[in-house]
């Protein structure tokens, strides 16, 4: 299983992204998908993560409740995260992983796995 995810950059405050996470190599509908980032001098934390496509959960992060949106298009063997009414705290690196994990919060609060993409840039300025 291979990941790609895209759709960061640059954007005002009170504005809108979607991110993508591709996945090529295997199907992605038995593996739950979270979306994480990095942000300047903080620990990696999980955004939100969805659980695999017989399942219908997803966890969010506090902080983004209400403002993003985490989907999978199991047709397109991608999952996305549209982020609505963004803050400059927002400003991370983000990247999707995937796993089997034994509940969707587990895998946001404690990711296990190797499957990784590469990550995508995401700005907010004030």
């Known amino acids: 299983l291979q990941l790609a995810d895209s759709g960061g950059g640059l954007v005002q405050a009170g504005g809108s992204l979607r991110l993508s996470c591709v996945a090529s190599g295997s199907s992605l509908d038995p593996y739950a998908v979270g979306w994480f980032r990095q942000r300047p001098g903080k620990e990696r934390e999980g955004v939100s993560c969805?659980?695999?496509?017989?399942?219908?959960?997803?966890y969010y992060l506090d902080t983004v409740k209400g403002r993003f949106t985490i989907s999978r298009d199991n047709a397109k063997n991608t999952v996305y995260l549209q982020m609505n009414s963004l803050k400059p705290e927002d400003t991370a690196n983000y990247f999707c992983?995937?796993?089997?994990?034994?509940?969707?919060?587990?895998?946001?609060?404690?990711?296990?796995?190797?499957?990784w993409g590469q990550g995508t840039q995401v700005t907010v300025s004030s």
């Open positions: 969805i659980s695999s496509s017989s399942g219908g959960s997803t």
């Open positions: 992983g995937a796993d089997f994990p034994s509940t969707v919060q587990a895998f946001c609060v404690k990711p296990l796995t190797n499957y």
